[in-house]
């Protein structure tokens, strides 16, 4: 239902831009715009960006199965418990504080959809993972999965559960995991070093502008 009043109101939008075309044309044409036409097209503008925003669990959700969620994954610090006297920011030197400290462990991974067993290995959506589950981390919309043979998956919570078809990264052995935000997590790997996992997340109205939803 609220994708199709959401359909049903951009199908409206797409009219009032048309009705709109012909007073726009004349303002090109005479070098000037009168005051009405100025505040229509600040609301459309405004229209456009919150339809935008309000599409973007559905756009999330159809890109994830077929785009590069652009993985990245970067060393912050190469000894993770000089955190304190490193020039990294604030926000970061209290997260590891808080949640990577000495007695920090893994806690058992936990997927949000269920793991099939198959021939090929642990599946999750027709998805056979590298390795098996070795820890997860997740903030209810976003889920960072990695495994035993250090592949680092992404589930996001758009419409429904999705998982990225292929890793985010290689060779990712965290000891210790938290997430930072919807788009990454920070991990101290097996040798010490504190590490940032990210993708390139949908979030805002100007960046689903730029992408190919029907290339």
């Given at each position: 239902?609220?994708?199709?009043?959401?359909?049903?109101?951009?199908?409206?939008?797409r009219?009032?831009v048309?009705?709109?075309?012909?007073?726009i044309?004349?303002a090109?044409r005479?070098?000037?715009a009168?005051?009405?036409l100025?505040?229509?097209?600040?609301s459309?503008?405004?229209e456009?960006?919150?339809?935008?925003?309000?599409a973007?669990?559905?756009?999330r959700?159809?890109?994830?199965?077929?785009?590069?969620?652009?993985g990245?994954r970067?060393?912050l610090?190469?000894d993770a418990?000089k955190?304190?006297?490193?020039?990294l920011?604030?926000?970061v030197?209290?997260l590891?504080?808080?949640?990577?400290?000495e007695d920090a462990?893994?806690?058992?991974?936990e997927?949000?959809?269920?793991p099939?067993?198959?021939?090929?290995g642990?599946?999750?959506q027709?998805v056979?993972?590298k390795?098996?589950?070795?820890?997860t981390?997740?903030?209810?919309?976003?889920?960072?999965?990695?495994t035993?043979?250090?592949?680092?998956?992404?589930?996001?919570?758009?419409l429904t559960?999705?998982?990225?078809?292929?890793?985010?990264?290689e060779?990712?052995?965290?000891?210790?995991?938290?997430?930072?935000s919807?788009?990454?997590c920070?991990f101290v790997?097996?040798d010490?070093?504190?590490e940032?996992?990210s993708?390139?997340r949908?979030?805002?109205?100007?960046?689903?502008?730029?992408?190919q939803?029907?290339a």
């Amino acid at each position: 239902m609220a994708e199709a009043d959401l359909a049903a109101r951009a199908c409206a939008f797409r009219e009032k831009v048309r009705s709109c075309r012909p007073s726009i044309e004349a303002a090109l044409r005479e070098g000037t715009a009168s005051l009405e036409l100025l505040a229509e097209l600040s609301s459309l503008e405004a229209e456009e960006k919150a339809l935008l925003e309000e599409a973007l669990p559905a756009a999330r959700e159809k890109l994830i199965a077929t785009r590069d969620m652009g993985g990245r994954r970067e060393v912050l610090l190469k000894d993770a418990t000089k955190i304190l006297e490193s020039g990294l920011p604030d926000e970061v030197k209290a997260l590891v504080a808080e949640h990577l400290g000495e007695d920090a462990e893994l806690a058992e991974p936990e997927l949000p959809l269920e793991p099939e067993e198959t021939g090929e290995g642990i599946a999750v959506q027709g998805v056979v993972l590298k390795g098996n589950l070795w820890c997860t981390v997740s903030d209810g919309t976003v889920c960072f999965a990695i495994t035993d043979e250090g592949a680092a998956y992404l589930l996001e919570r758009n419409l429904t559960w999705k998982i990225a078809p292929e890793p985010l990264a290689e060779e990712c052995f965290p000891a210790w995991i938290v997430q930072e935000s919807p788009a990454s997590c920070l991990f101290v790997d097996v040798d010490g070093a504190l590490e940032r996992l990210s993708y390139n997340r949908l979030d805002t109205a100007e960046a689903l502008l730029r992408e190919q939803l029907y290339a």
